[in-house]
């Protein structure tokens, strides 16, 4: 279980990310976008679902139907781990062993999108962080 102040830190931590992550995920439109070389390749062999603009700077979303709704997943992870630390439900290495689970399937799905990587870089530095310096 957290003491007090530290589960403050971690709920108003947890709300900034949430609330960022959602926005720039469902909402946020731009001419702006990223592509790695396999991407186009990439492309040619998804369904629609994994399909995002690519070479398109029209205004609009550059998250495709799979990362806007995979990013509510993270999201209720995010808010289960501090549902787990508040109440003392999980030790501290399940908790740990969950959100480095959580960072890798993220980091690796997001590379179907450099857009998404950009958009997670926030995510990926928060939760670098509290892997390497934090003792839950």
Request: hydrophobic share 50%; aromatic share 14%; charged share 15%.
């Amino acid at each position: 279980m957290l003491p007090p102040h530290r589960l403050r830190a971690r709920v108003v931590a947890t709300l900034v990310l949430s609330v960022y992550l959602v926005w720039v995920f469902r909402h946020f439109r731009t001419t702006f976008t990223v592509h790695h070389p396999l991407e186009a390749l990439m492309q040619r062999h998804v369904g629609d679902y994994f399909k995002h603009p690519f070479g398109n700077t029209s205004y609009g979303r550059k998250i495709c139907p799979f990362g806007r709704h995979a990013i509510l997943v993270l999201v209720a992870f995010l808010w289960a781990r501090v549902y787990l630390e508040a109440t003392g439900s999980a030790s501290e290495a399940t908790v740990r062993a969950l959100s480095g689970a959580a960072l890798g399937v993220t980091a690796v799905c997001s590379l179907m999108n450099m857009n998404a990587v950009l958009y997670l870089v926030p995510y990926f530095v928060y939760e670098g962080w509290r892997l390497s310096h934090d003792s839950l």
